[in-house]
């Protein structure tokens, strides 16, 4: 998914992202779509609103208290209800830690040249945190020497930013002039010496804050999400959790969330009336314009861009979810969202097994890239293998068939990602993703004339 965090145990990912496009040529001729293509399986939000609002709430307290117990001196219980394997990963003791390190002695650092967000708890000779660059992973420091009275940062450090065999090696070097902390960054694989460090501090304290806010994501009956986002200093920390059916913690990251870039099309209003691309009631998984709602806010090309499912009987899937056919969505037509020009397909990538990333040989797998106004270009990614009814320079009307919904590329589960970006090439450097807000739809039964759709609704024409 690539969210930014540092992962205390792992959860299995619902929606693959497609940050890693890459642009390449047509596929070979298009084949037909079967007939007749299959009708809408939810045609009303009454038929899973009251289910998924049950089931919302039961995840909702289980998540609350979960959390409570975590950041309320109680780490030793959430242990107690961790799985047999997360247990094997961490002790009580560590746990136990996580709060005091998130509140004291937090050394931050950032390396401008590439966006990087070093942020770490500093206990006698370590420290150990957050790298962010886009995603987040952990880094790890060791000072070289003993620390030093009245500036415990200052000299030498030397560590690595992840772990295993794609740690990449670093060495820090701190000083304190003038009652300021400077530094500076080498990473001797890559042979850079010296990289000037800026926005540096350290903390004796750091305040957490209480809860701001909090979502349940019942995905399935086996995963079970909850998300909250707690005011952390100047910034803000988010957790994650995935409960079992039984209230056991299966999953638990933690996460900084830094501020946002400026978006530099945060006041565009399209002339275009976007309509939603599909029949029935879909699910916004990811959706909106923050981290915590939607991961795609940190990719300047899909800043507003939505992963949408089916949801029905309690989840995205019936059975156990081990094959496509198994998920609602797999399957759906898909439709062009407004009149325009095609001018990217691609076709014949097979679908993946579920839970299994593929991004080769594209990671937005089987798509149809649209056209709409001078700078308007629209993406739809994942589709189904050999369901593409288009090719390049087709024109096409709003609501006319594109294909079916897959799970190709980039992607663990069928579903569809759509997004805006204002060039049709999705790797131009300067590319900047458009706000997309659809017309005349219904978000949980409810008429919206035009509007964003955020993380946890259910939309459907209107």
Excluded: C
Aim: aromatic residues 8%.
């Amino acid at each position: 998914m690539n969210r930014r965090e540092m992962v205390i145990g792992s959860a299995t990912a619902l929606v693959g992202s497609v940050a890693g496009f890459h642009t390449m040529g047509l596929a070979a001729p298009v084949a037909p779509v079967a007939s007749p293509v299959a009708g809408p399986v939810v045609t009303g939000y009454a038929e899973v609103g009251p289910g998924y609002d049950a089931a919302s709430a039961a995840l909702l307290a289980q998540g609350r208290e979960v959390a409570d117990q975590l950041f309320g001196g109680d780490a030793a219980t959430v242990y107690d209800r961790m799985s047999p394997a997360l247990q094997g990963m961490y002790t009580k003791e560590r746990l136990a830690s996580l709060e005091p390190s998130l509140t004291t002695d937090r050394v931050h650092f950032e390396l401008p040249q590439v966006g990087g967000v070093f942020d770490g708890h500093l206990a006698g000779r370590t420290i150990e945190g957050f790298y962010t660059q886009g995603s987040t992973t952990t880094f790890s420091l060791t000072a070289d020497g003993e620390p030093k009275a009245g500036a415990p940062v200052d000299g030498r450090w030397t560590g690595q930013i992840g772990g295993g065999t794609a740690a990449i090696q670093m060495a820090v070097t701190f000083a304190t002039v003038a009652g300021r902390l400077s530094g500076t960054l080498d990473v001797p694989a890559q042979k850079l010496t010296g990289l000037p460090l800026s926005n540096l501090s350290y903390a004796r304290s750091v305040a957490l804050g209480e809860r701001e806010t909090d979502e349940a994501l019942p995905v399935s009956s086996t995963n079970r999400a909850y998300v909250a986002q707690y005011p952390w200093g100047e910034d803000a920390i988010a957790l994650a959790v995935g409960i079992s059916p039984e209230g056991g913690v299966a999953a638990l990251t933690v996460a900084p969330v830094w501020p946002l870039p400026v978006d530099p099309a945060a006041d565009y209003e399209s002339e275009i009336a976007y309509r939603l691309p599909f029949d029935g009631v879909w699910w916004v998984f990811w959706g909106g314009d923050t981290v915590l709602q939607n991961y795609h806010v940190e990719y300047q090309n899909q800043r507003h861009a939505y992963d949408i499912v089916v949801w029905k009987d309690g989840g995205t899937h019936t059975g156990d979810g081990k094959r496509n056919e198994d998920y609602w969505a797999f399957g759906q037509p898909l439709f062009a969202p407004a009149a325009g020009t095609v001018v990217e397909v691609l076709d014949g990538i097979a679908n993946n097994a579920p839970g299994v990333l593929n991004p080769k040989p594209h990671p937005a797998g089987n798509h149809v890239v649209i056209q709409t106004a001078e700078r308007e270009f629209v993406y739809l990614a994942h589709m189904k293998q050999h369901s593409i009814r288009v090719k390049q320079s087709d024109r096409v009307g709003a609501g006319d068939l594109l294909g079916l919904a897959g799970n190709s590329g980039n992607s663990s589960e069928p579903h569809l990602h759509v997004h805006v970006q204002d060039k049709a090439d999705f790797f131009a450097p300067d590319a900047v993703g458009l706000p997309l807000r659809f017309s005349d739809y219904l978000a949980d039964g409810q008429p919206v004339a035009k509007g964003v759709p955020v993380q946890g609704q259910f939309i459907e024409r209107g």
